[in-house]
């Protein structure tokens, strides 16, 4: 069984290294590949820390997994806590956001609609407001139209 899982393991690393370098030939670009552990590596977990020796880099030119590693942040560098901090700062920011706005609109309120208290008065409000809306562009058009027939060329 160990040894059938090396050799799928190595075929479909062949494969992807081949792959990786057609990319790079047919799309004129640096391509670094790390194929990190293989079959029976790390904790089994699939968090386990895979040893140097298990790990196959190519690149499609001298330096590029260099270069690439130069300018993407360590993974390392941030814990699961740092994570979540951070994302829970961002939620309080936008809860923060979205209590301001309600308290704007709650000051803006104005009080003559304030006699709706069913689905069906404010659906005859809206009808009204549509119609209004539909009469307004009509004039508008009306007028757009006697501006352009009047209008000295």
Sequence with gaps: MKMEEDATYGKMQESLMEEARELSILCGIDVALLCAG???TGDGDGGGVVS???VAVWESEEGVFASYRAILPRPEAHTLRECLELKLARERAKLAMVRQCRD???HLWDDT???ISTAEEARALLE???A???AATARREALRWVYWTTATP
């Design 38 to 40: 293989g079959p029976g």
């Design 104 to 106: 704007l609109c709650m």
């Design 113 to 115: 609609v304030s006699y």
């Design 132 to 134: 209004a809306m539909v």
């Design 128 to 130: 009204s407001m549509d």
């Design 52 to 54: 140097t020796a298990e």
